[in-house]
C-alpha cells in the first residue's frame, strides 16, 4: 500500500482506494475511479483549466498509418498549474506506487489535456513508449453526448489484453465526466473508435515513467 496518504483535497473517497483495485490493476492492467472519482472543486478547477487552455494554447494533431504514424484526430494543450499539482499530488504518486509496486513520476512532455469533438476524431490503435509513458493516469473532464440516444463507441477507450488488438478486449471503458482509469499502457493497446455527431470529451492525459 501505498506510503504517502491518499488525500482528500484530490480523490472524492479516499476510503475506496483499497485492494481491490490493486488486484485489478495487476489482473488487466487497468482500473477505474468513479465517478466521482475526485473531490468536486478539483474537478471543477482541472475542467475550467483545460477549457481555457484548449481555447487559448492548443494544436489539432493528426496522424495516418500510410505515414507509420499513429491514426488519429484530435485536439492537444499544454497543462497549466491545476494540473500539474494533481498528477504531481502525493495522493496520485502513492496511489499508482499501490498499483504498479513502482515509484512513479509524472513525464510532462507526454501529458496534455485532449479533446475529441463529433463527427469523427478519433485515436487509433497503440501501445505508449515505455520509456516516457510506461503507465497513464486518464481523467475524464466533460463527456456528453444527444439526449435520447446511448454514446458511440467513440466515447468507448478499448483497452487489450496484450500490445496488440488480436490478443482480445479487456475492457471498453466508457467516458464520463469525472471518471478516472490508471492504465499500463505500455503494455496494453488502445484506442478510441471516432466520435459520432453531437459528441464531445476532454480529458487530461497523464502520462507516468518510472522515477528515478
Not at 505515414?67 to 494543450?77: K, L, M, V
Not at 496488440?164 to 473508435?193: D, E, K, Q, V
Request: glycine share 8%; aromatic share 8%.
Amino acid at each position: 500500500m501505498p506510503d504517502a496518504p491518499i488525500a482528500d483535497a484530490v480523490f472524492a473517497d479516499p476510503s475506496a482506494l483499497g485492494p481491490a483495485h490493486v488486484d485489478a490493476f495487476r489482473a488487466t492492467g487497468v482500473t477505474v475511479l468513479g465517478p466521482p472519482a475526485l473531490n468536486a472543486a478539483l474537478h471543477r478547477a482541472l475542467l475550467e483549466e483545460a477549457l481555457g487552455q484548449l481555447d487559448a494554447e492548443s494544436w489539432q494533431l493528426t496522424g495516418s498509418r500510410d505515414r507509420g504514424e499513429i491514426a488519429q484526430d484530435n485536439r492537444r494543450a499544454h497543462l497549466g498549474p491545476v494540473a500539474r499539482g494533481y498528477l504531481s499530488s502525493d495522493a496520485v504518486v502513492a496511489w499508482l506506487h499501490a498499483l504498479t509496486g513502482e515509484r512513479l513520476a509524472p513525464s510532462w512532455s507526454a501529458t496534455c489535456y485532449t479533446r475529441y469533438t463529433g463527427p469523427s476524431e478519433h485515436m487509433g490503435e497503440h501501445c505508449d513508449k515505455a520509456d516516457s509513458c510506461k503507465y497513464n493516469l486518464l481523467t475524464y473532464l466533460d463527456a456528453a453526448w444527444p439526449d435520447g440516444v446511448e454514446p458511440s463507441p467513440g466515447m468507448q477507450l478499448f483497452i487489450f489484453r496484450g500490445d496488440n488488438s488480436a490478443t482480445g478486449l479487456a475492457m471498453r471503458l466508457t467516458a464520463r465526466s469525472n471518471r478516472a482509469a490508471a492504465i499500463f499502457g505500455s503494455r496494453h493497446a488502445h484506442l478510441r473508435p471516432p466520435l459520432a455527431a453531437g459528441e464531445r470529451l476532454v480529458m487530461l492525459a497523464g502520462c507516468f515513467h518510472v522515477a528515478g
